[in-house]
């Protein structure tokens, strides 16, 4: 996506702010600072956060179908019952104290780390 973007907020400082559903829908937040933000049930489809820091985030019920997370830091980050159909989350950097990723949203195109397992629950891409 080249400056196809709503909102250009690469490398912000957004460290425990509450952006409760917030509309940052194709937001560029690469490199942004997000750690401790609250972000739940906020609407991040299709943003860019590479090398993002959302160490320690709330991002409960938060829309990010289509967002590009590589490199993004999500280590402690609470993802329950987030959406991440077609999310790009190949090189993301994840740990055990990610709290939720089994209760996320995905599907046959969501990418997922090197030797991450995709959840049994996520639909595949022969299911209607």
Do not use: C
Not at 12 to 33: F, M, S, T, Y
Request: proline share 2%; aromatic share 6%.
């Amino acid at each position: 996506m080249a400056n196809d973007w709503q909102f250009d907020l690469r490398g912000a400082i957004l460290g425990r702010a509450d952006l409760v559903q917030a509309h940052l829908k194709r937001a560029n937040l690469e490199g942004a600072h997000l750690e401790r933000a609250n972000l739940e049930g906020a609407d991040l489809e299709g943003a860019e956060l590479k090398e993002a820091h959302l160490e320690g985030a709330n991002l409960e019920g938060a829309h990010l179908e289509g967002a590009y997370l590589g490199g993004a830091h999500l280590e402690g980050a609470e993802l329950n019952e987030a959406h991440l159909e077609g999310a790009n989350l190949y090189g993301a950097y994840l740990s055990s104290g990610t709290i939720g990723l089994s209760e996320t949203y995905g599907d046959a195109s969501t990418q997922l780390p090197e030797g991450m397992a995709r959840p049994a629950h996520w639909r595949r891409a022969d299911a209607a």
